[in-house]
T-cell receptor, first 112, second 113 residues
């Protein structure tokens, strides 16, 4: 079946380093992708999104890259801070926008 | 900043009992969603709701589940006869339009004993 998935369950980085979190998707018809951050005991928090007509989108300290050829999505966090420690999910919004399909999540741990 | 709120934050119930989870959407949002997250697992879509109708639902959303917007403000998820495997975090999300950013509430932790 179609799925959105993550490569690494846990990523540990040093404070100040850059982080890269990866995601693979299998539905080549997907046209909208979102990265969410989830802190312990809280709901998913929108970080950044990208549509399939773009390869790259930048926000504040975050960049999302989309490679449609290999159906790969990544989230780059610059100068990672302790407050970035959380689980990060990629999600696919289907064409009608009626549901989000989430990947399995990557836990980012930032060491001081 | 407007936010989605959910009540209760934690619900403990006996197997077979009915539970109602409540969500207050952001005021000008018209599209509503329920998701669940079993401990340690990914977030799973349950149902989407617009104009007082279900737009889409997943296989999880069987006839034990129902949703409604009884008073034009609250958006509720009812589980008629809870099972042990219904224990999870339940998140409400709302959006201005399909394909727009979905804003998530803080969740309700449901524990079925």
């Amino acid at each position: 079946g179609e799925s959105v998935g993550l490569h690494l369950p846990t990523l540990s980085v040093q404070e100040g380093d850059n982080s890269i979190i990866n995601c693979a998707y299998s539905n080549s018809a997907s046209d909208y992708f979102i990265w969410y951050k989830q802190e312990s005991g809280k709901g998913p928090q929108f970080i950044i999104d990208i549509r399939s007509n773009m390869d790259k989108r930048q926000g504040q300290r975050v960049t999302v890259l989309l490679n449609k050829t290999v159906k790969h999505l990544s989230l780059q966090i610059a100068a990672t801070q302790p407050g970035d420690s959380a689980v990060y999910f990629c999600a696919e919004n289907n064409n009608a926008g009626n549901m989000l399909t989430f990947g399995g999540g990557t836990r980012l741990m930032v060491k001081p | 900043e407007p936010e989605v709120t959910q009540t209760p934050s934690h619900q403990v119930t006996q197997m077979g009992q009915e539970v109602i989870l409540r969500c207050v959407p952001i005021s000008n949002h018209l599209y509503f969603y329920w998701y669940r997250q079993i401990l340690g697992q990914k977030v799973e879509f349950l149902v989407s709701f617009y104009n007082n109708e279900i737009s889409e639902k997943s296989e999880i959303f069987d006839d034990q589940f129902s949703v409604e917007r009884p008073d034009g403000s609250n958006f509720t998820l009812k589980i008629r006869s809870t099972k042990l495997e219904d224990s999870a975090m339940y998140f409400c999300a709302t959006a201005l339009a399909p394909g727009n950013e979905q804003f998530f509430g803080p969740g309700t932790r449901l524990t079925v004993l």
